[in-house]
Every structure is written in C-alpha cells, then in structure tokens.
Nanobody
Framework: QVQLAESGGGLVQAGASLTLSCAAS????????MGWFRQAPGKEREFVAA????????YYADSVKGRFTISRDNVKNTVYLQMNSLKPEDTAVYYCATRQSFGGSSYYTEGKQYDYWGQGTQVTVSS
C-alpha cells in the first residue's frame, strides 16, 4: 500500500525559507511521478509543483515559480519542496501526492490525476 508522509511545515516570518519533505513507502518510488499541492482556509486545493519520476523535469505554478524548488531523492524515496522568500499568501496545508508514471517525461498538475495523498503539513507565514 502506497503511503506518503509530509514533514517540515511550521510558522515562519515573511521572507524566510522552509523545506518540506515527503517520504514515500509501499511502492517502487522510481516509477511514480510526484506533486505538491496546497490548500488555504476557505480556498480550493491548488497545484504547486510537480516532478517526473526521473527528476529531470519539473513544473511550477506561476505563483511560486522562481521561489520554490521541487526535487527528489530516489534512493531515500523522498521528494522535497524548497520554499524561499515565503509570503503570507503561501500559508496553507501542503500535501504531496503520487501516481504511477507511464513515461519518464510525464508530470501531472491536476489533483484528479493523482492516486495517493499524504496527510498534509501546515505552513504558516506571518507578515
């Protein structure tokens, strides 16, 4: 059974950095594409970043492009989200998600494309 566990959230001031981690288990990590999503109170869940199973291709929402970096370590079965220059509007619960990938160059940007989700980790950015 595929399991995902996020960590690394917290309370920081605007301009600070945080790195989220998502540890995966129960499947062959290298065959799975990964993504990060977030949901702020009263808002719809939104896409943040995605990465192919190989790690060679990444994709970002415009709102985080240039500030966030997604990466993965296929030995540690972990995907990361490095978040720099955080803003109050980045405050949300952050979720990682995964799905089996049928192509090394495939990434996915819609929540409905993912099959497995973590429980989420809270990120709060104060002004």
């Amino acid at each position: 059974q595929v399991q995902l566990a996020e960590s690394g959230g917290g309370l920081v001031q605007a301009g600070a950095s945080l790195t989220l981690s998502c540890a995966a288990s129960g499947h062959t990590f290298t065959n799975y594409a990964m993504g990060w999503f977030r949901q702020a109170p009263g808002k719809e869940r939104e896409f943040v970043a995605a990465i192919t199973w190989s790690g060679r291709r990444t994709y970002y929402a415009d709102s985080v492009k240039g500030r966030f970096t997604i990466s993965r370590d296929n030995v540690k079965n972990t995907v990361y989200l490095q978040m720099n220059s955080l803003k109050p509007e980045d405050t949300a619960v952050y979720y990682c998600a995964t799905r089996q990938s049928f192509g090394g160059s495939s990434y996915y940007t819609e929540g409905k494309q993912y099959d497995y989700w973590g429980q989420g980790t809270q990120v709060t950015v104060s002004s």
